[in-house]
């Protein structure tokens, strides 16, 4: 079959599936390839795209059942070296399919086999085309054509339109249409001379953070703590002034994209030179062209969310992740990596500086800095001369409460409405009544896809479950009785906007929550409408305690935060805490203090009397002796398999299986715990069932898990449920 003259060579292709292994094929004689190289190849009935892992391989499988790859796509390898390193790191630190892992990593034209090049495919009509060649019911090439009538089409918007190359190629044969290749090029920022803008005069303590980072060597990383206004983002662009002036890049990772723009525009003020934002709302193209720009050194800055920690770059200087204790960060399905920990890294692999900054840094952050891995920078005077926002803890047990409102915290809203001030009232609860309640005989209005009640949303006039997203019309009787006395129960952002606006009518409110932000521009104008004071009363969710800065709001009021003090959940009160803060720092200017009320029925728990009185870093200090003592993150390593199924006993007892096998291979003090169900033990019509592993070190805990995962997939012990594994989980 194959000439003699010497043996066929055998290369080793990672491919896009959840298997955690290579697959083989054989390379023709006539073919050169990288490793890191895209190839490719059939498999199963069709073909798939791969990456090149090892060449001359030991073939797993006897060499005459291996198949030939079809074509190689890359010259070089596709990704630079140190981001090819990263990739392969993460695989193996999660725990992961290599092949899922790079997939990850690329733009999803690349991973489809567009050429890395940034070469585009132009059709165009040809000059003669006369449509007469067409048959009348090739109805694909007269709509081909009539597009084409419209303006040429690149190859990369082929499947965004719903046009295929092969209907493009029939056209092309009939001399209709012709293809050409275009190469998008420009040149390394460094090739231009930079413009810096002048910023303002660094404070005393900016200047010590900057010197440290400036005068840094390869990898060091820095922690860098602050509250917001302290001038953090001063810091940072005076890093990157010195990187861009160095002829380096800089990457810059934001928890979220609707913050990117505004850091995008103070960044223009500050530096003339390319940069570019990735985020959700570009197309692949444009996504594939600021991947080539970035890796070409075209652009000076790239901001981006999690997935952007694999942006390739020519000359890498700086790396900086913002609010680098959110979870956002953490990818939550699939290929579960945390963003921030990717970019210590790939700062290491790069050797350059690492910048993570917060008001509120995560313990982790916190226990790295604490054990001499991070250098830790602080900023503690609020650089624009701003005070310090004020806490008031308010006991509200036994006290009425106005929609979830108590007396005090009604007065004080008052008062600051009547003095011409703006109050926000932050509620983690969109919609209008969590449930809905027959008065009559107490039934309950239930998802049937999910254990958890469905919210009451009055303006849509529907009931809709926050874990599936099933809707369905708002009942006017009880399913049960038959009465049509139903009430919601307790208190969504919904209701509470409609309730204060009734208490305080002569003030205009404006509520910010996914629900209200849904059209696009809707969340921009009000927040243009905030800052112009068109509003007074801000009512909001999470999405109001990120990024945004609120200087003529001078009271925050923060409903229910007793959940999270007694939450099941080891890392509630840490997240608590970095809300209040965060809350609190949206808040007031320099003349005009900020106020923050917290409503709790436990006004004497410990750790919140110590954010309080002492701040946050008194209450991390506190919290991390706590996991110290308690032998929890990041004191020790957690991994947390998932399973779902139709039927709970197959998604039980498939963990009860792998609980077994891990039970047999422990290591000393290493341990297992569950399967429990999940919180949320029914979600869209499928069980679901967690098991805990845990061990002091993190090498170790891999090295317990990893052999189990091959013989998971190579014998799982039943398929009639899925299971995932996560690494350092961060929530369950
Ligand atoms: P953070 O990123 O910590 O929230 P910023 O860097 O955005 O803080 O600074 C808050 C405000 O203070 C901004 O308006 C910024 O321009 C201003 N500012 C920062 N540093 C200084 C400084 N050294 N002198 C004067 N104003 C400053
Ligand atoms: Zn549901
Ligand atoms: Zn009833």
Redesign the pocket.
Known sequence: MLNNQSPPRVIRVLLPTPMRRGFDYLLPADCQVQEGARVRVPFGKGSRIGLVAALDVAPQVEADKLKAIDEVLDAAPVLPAALGKLVRWAADYYLHSAGDAWQQALPVLLRQGAPASGEEGIWQLSADAAKAAVPKNASKQLAALARLQAGELSDFDLAEQSFDRATLRTLADKGLVTLSHRRQQGQPFWTSPLVVNP?????SE?AVAITAINSAKGFAPFLLE????????????SAMSETLKAGKQVLVLVPEISLTPQTLR?FQKRFEVPMALLHSGLTDKERLSVWRQARDGELGIVIGTRSAVFTPLARPGLIIVDEEHDASFKQQEGFRYHGRDLAVVRAQLEQVPLVL?S?TPALESLANAQAGKYQKLT?NQ???GASQVRFDLIDIKHQPLTAGLSPPVLAAIKAHLGRGEQVLVFLNRRGFAPTLLCHECGWIADCQRCTAYPTVHRGRQRLICHHCGSDRPLPHQCHSCGSTQLVGVGLGTEQLEVELTALFPDYKAVRIDRDATRRKGSLESALDGIRQGQYQLLIGTQMLAKGH?FPDVTLVVLLDVDGALYSADFRAAERLAQLVVQVA?RAGRANKPGRLLLQSHHPEHPLLSQLLTNGYGAFAEEALVERRQTLLPPFSAQALFRSDALKAEDAQSLLEAIGQRLQQSAPQGGWVLGPLPAPLEKRAGKYRFQLWVQYQDKKVLRQWLAPLLAELEAQPPHRRANWTLDLDPIDS
Do not use: D, F
Request: glycine share 26%; charged share 20%.
């Open positions: 910023g303002p005069r660094p404070n900016q602050g509250v917001t206004g302290s001038g953090k983002t001063e810091v940072y662009l103070r900054g008001a900023l609020r650089a624009g800065h720092g």
